[in-house]
């Protein structure tokens, strides 16, 4: 069975909300994935993926999460030349600039980033809830 992974931090619960769906969509594409919050994922065993999604909303000024986060994701942005990498994660009152930063930031790395960043306003609806499992199965077939 082929096999991603997703990696994640979520302060109130919205982007894990997206990371679980994100997984179904995944699972139900036929891929094995290991969801894992950022403070208990090694670089070195997350690595051992070519298909990695990554989850993180919109912290600080339009940031990543500085604390644990962004120092995992700066350890790895130089090792991902050639994963295939999804982005995804929960903002509030801004206009997902965060994302935008992120996804240039992965493009400068020499991996292959899928489709742009998932972003969604707050909780996500039941609708935006499908949006995520279907990004899911997408990424899986990428
Ligand atoms: C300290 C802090 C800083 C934030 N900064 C931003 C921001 O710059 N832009 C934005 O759109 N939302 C910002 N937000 C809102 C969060 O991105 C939003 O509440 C999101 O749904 C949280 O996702 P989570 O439940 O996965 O933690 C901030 C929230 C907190 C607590």
Do not use: C, H, P, Q
């Given at each position: 069975?082929?096999?991603?992974?997703?990696?994640?931090?979520?302060?109130?619960?919205?982007?894990?909300i997206m990371a679980d769906k994100i997984k179904e969509g995944l699972e139900e594409s036929g891929y094995e994935t290991n969801m894992l919050q950022v403070y208990e994922a090694s670089v070195e065993a997350v690595l051992e993926y070519d298909k990695i999604a990554f989850g993180c909303p919109s912290m600080g000024i339009e940031e990543l999460e500085e604390e644990e986060f962004e120092p995992f994701f700066e350890e790895i942005e130089t090792q991902l030349t050639d994963k295939k990498i999804?982005?995804?994660?929960?903002?509030?009152?801004?206009?997902?600039?965060?994302?935008?930063?992120?996804?240039?930031?992965?493009?400068?790395?020499?991996?292959?980033?899928?489709?742009?960043?998932?972003?969604?306003?707050?909780t996500p609806s039941t609708e935006e809830e499908d949006s995520c499992l279907e990004f899911g199965k997408r990424f899986a077939e990428f």
């Open positions: 069975m082929e096999k991603a992974v997703i990696v994640y931090w979520s302060g109130t619960g919205n982007t894990e999804a982005l995804f994660g929960s903002y509030g009152w801004g206009d997902g600039e965060w994302m935008e930063a992120w996804e240039e930031r992965v493009a400068n790395t020499g991996a292959i980033l899928f489709e742009k960043g998932l972003i969604i306003n707050s």
